[in-house]
C-alpha cells in the first residue's frame, strides 16, 4: 500500500542514448522496477503525482520515448506500435532492468500491451490505463486525416502557436475541468515549442489503424499476465465502452471504472489513482511464485 504521508523521495533527472539519440528520463524509488510509458502528446511530466508515492513501492522508471518530450529523435525513426515496443525493451536493457511491472496509459498502453507480446518473460504485471485499443473506434479517423500528407505540415507548423486549440483539446481530456492544476497546460505545452516536436505524433498516427490491427492479433500472447485496467467514465479520446471487450483477452485482470473522470486519471484524481496501483501490485505479488 502507498503511504498516507510519504517522505519526499529524490527523483533523479538522467539521459542515456538509445539509437544514437538522447533519451531523457526520471527515475526515483528502490525495489522492483516499475516503467511508466506516456501517451502520444505527454512525457514524464504525466507521472509528476505518481512518481513521489509509487517511489516508496518500486524503483520507477518514466522516460520520455524518443522524439517525445525532451528525448531526441533519430533520424528516420519508425513510430509504428511494434517499433516503439522494440525501442522500450533497448531502454530497459540500456538501465539494466531485466523484468518489470509495466503501466502505459493511451497510446502507452497499446505501446505496453505490443511490448509484453514481445517478451512476455520480462514483464511480471501489466496496468493499462485508458489505452488505445482494437475496440475503441475514437481516432481512427482522426487519425486518417491529421497523417494526410497535405495536413500533417499545416499542423506541425500552426499547432504550437494556437493556444486557444491546445487548451481546447487538453480541457476535452478531463471529466471535471475544475481539478486541472496551475501549471498543467504549460508543462504539457513546453516541448511542442521545441522544433519539430510533433513529428514523433503525426507519425504514430500515420500507422494507427494497422498497428491497432496487429495489436489484436498479438493479445493471446499476453493474456496470462495478471493485468489492472484503469478507466475513467468520461474518457473523451478511448471509449470507456471498449473496456469490458480488452478486459475479456485476458485471464486475470481486473476493471476500475473511475466515476466522472475523464482520460487522465492520474492527473484528475491521483490519490484514487495512485491507491488503486498500489493495491494491485500488493495484491498480485508476484514475487513468491
Given at each position: 500500500?502507498?503511504?498516507?504521508?510519504?517522505?519526499?523521495?529524490?527523483?533523479?533527472?538522467?539521459?542515456?542514448?538509445?539509437?544514437?539519440?538522447?533519451?531523457?528520463?526520471?527515475?526515483?524509488?528502490?525495489?522492483?522496477?516499475?516503467?511508466?510509458?506516456?501517451?502520444?502528446l505527454g512525457y514524464s511530466f504525466s507521472w509528476r503525482y505518481v512518481i513521489p508515492v509509487l517511489a516508496?513501492?518500486?524503483t520507477v522508471y518514466a522516460p520520455d520515448q524518443l522524439g517525445a518530450g525532451f528525448s531526441d529523435p533519430?533520424?528516420?525513426?519508425?513510430?509504428?506500435?511494434?517499433?516503439?515496443?522494440?525501442?522500450?525493451?533497448?531502454?530497459?536493457?540500456?538501465?539494466?532492468?531485466?523484468?518489470?511491472?509495466?503501466?502505459?496509459?493511451?497510446?502507452?498502453?497499446?505501446?505496453?500491451?505490443?511490448?509484453?507480446?514481445?517478451?512476455?518473460?520480462?514483464?511480471?504485471?501489466?496496468?493499462?490505463?485508458?489505452?488505445?485499443?482494437?475496440?475503441?473506434a475514437r481516432g481512427k479517423s482522426l487519425s486518417v486525416v491529421l497523417s494526410n500528407p497535405v495536413v500533417?505540415?499545416?499542423?506541425?507548423?500552426?499547432?504550437?502557436?494556437?493556444?486557444?486549440?491546445?487548451?481546447?483539446?487538453?480541457?476535452?481530456?478531463?471529466?471535471?475541468?475544475?481539478?486541472?492544476?496551475?501549471?498543467?497546460?504549460?508543462?504539457?505545452?513546453?516541448?511542442?515549442?521545441?522544433?519539430?516536436?510533433?513529428?514523433?505524433?503525426?507519425?504514430?498516427?500515420?500507422?494507427?489503424?494497422?498497428?491497432?490491427?496487429?495489436?489484436?492479433?498479438?493479445?493471446?500472447?499476453?493474456?496470462?499476465?495478471?493485468?489492472?485496467?484503469?478507466?475513467?467514465?468520461?474518457?473523451?479520446?478511448?471509449?470507456?465502452?471498449?473496456?469490458?471487450?480488452?478486459?475479456?483477452?485476458?485471464?486475470?485482470?481486473?476493471?476500475?471504472?473511475?466515476?466522472?473522470?475523464?482520460?487522465?486519471?492520474?492527473?484528475?484524481?491521483?490519490?484514487?489513482?495512485?491507491?488503486?496501483?498500489?493495491?494491485?501490485?500488493?495484491?498480485?505479488?508476484?514475487?513468491?511464485?
Open positions: 500500500m502507498a503511504q498516507s504521508n510519504p517522505e519526499a523521495i529524490p527523483i533523479e533527472d538522467l539521459s542515456i542514448t538509445l539509437d544514437g539519440a538522447r533519451l531523457r528520463f526520471l527515475r526515483a524509488g528502490s525495489g522492483p522496477a516499475l516503467l511508466l510509458v506516456h501517451g502520444l516508496h513501492e518500486a533519430p533520424p528516420g525513426m519508425n513510430c509504428c506500435l511494434h517499433a516503439c515496443a522494440e525501442r522500450l525493451l533497448r531502454f530497459m536493457d540500456a538501465v539494466g532492468v531485466s523484468d518489470c511491472d509495466l503501466l502505459g496509459t493511451s497510446h502507452g498502453g497499446a505501446v505496453a500491451m505490443m511490448t509484453a507480446s514481445l517478451a512476455p518473460e520480462r514483464i511480471r504485471r501489466l496496468i493499462l490505463v485508458d489505452p488505445v485499443n482494437p475496440w475503441s500533417a505540415p499545416v499542423v506541425r507548423k500552426l499547432l504550437p502557436r494556437l493556444h486557444p486549440l491546445r487548451e481546447f483539446y487538453f480541457r476535452r481530456l478531463y471529466g471535471d475541468t475544475r481539478r486541472i492544476q496551475p501549471g498543467t497546460l504549460e508543462g504539457y505545452t513546453k516541448p511542442l515549442r521545441r522544433p519539430g516536436a510533433l513529428k514523433y505524433g503525426l507519425a504514430v498516427l500515420r500507422a494507427w489503424n494497422k498497428d491497432l490491427t496487429e495489436l489484436e492479433s498479438v493479445l493471446p500472447r499476453i493474456c496470462d499476465i495478471p493485468t489492472l485496467l484503469i478507466w475513467g467514465s468520461l474518457d473523451a479520446a478511448v471509449d470507456p465502452a471498449s473496456a469490458g471487450k480488452l478486459q475479456a483477452q485476458f485471464h486475470d485482470c481486473r476493471l476500475v471504472m473511475m466515476d466522472g473522470v475523464g482520460h487522465l486519471p492520474y492527473e484528475e484524481v491521483p490519490g484514487e489513482f495512485n491507491r488503486a496501483v498500489a493495491e494491485f501490485l500488493s495484491q498480485h505479488d508476484v514475487s513468491a511464485d
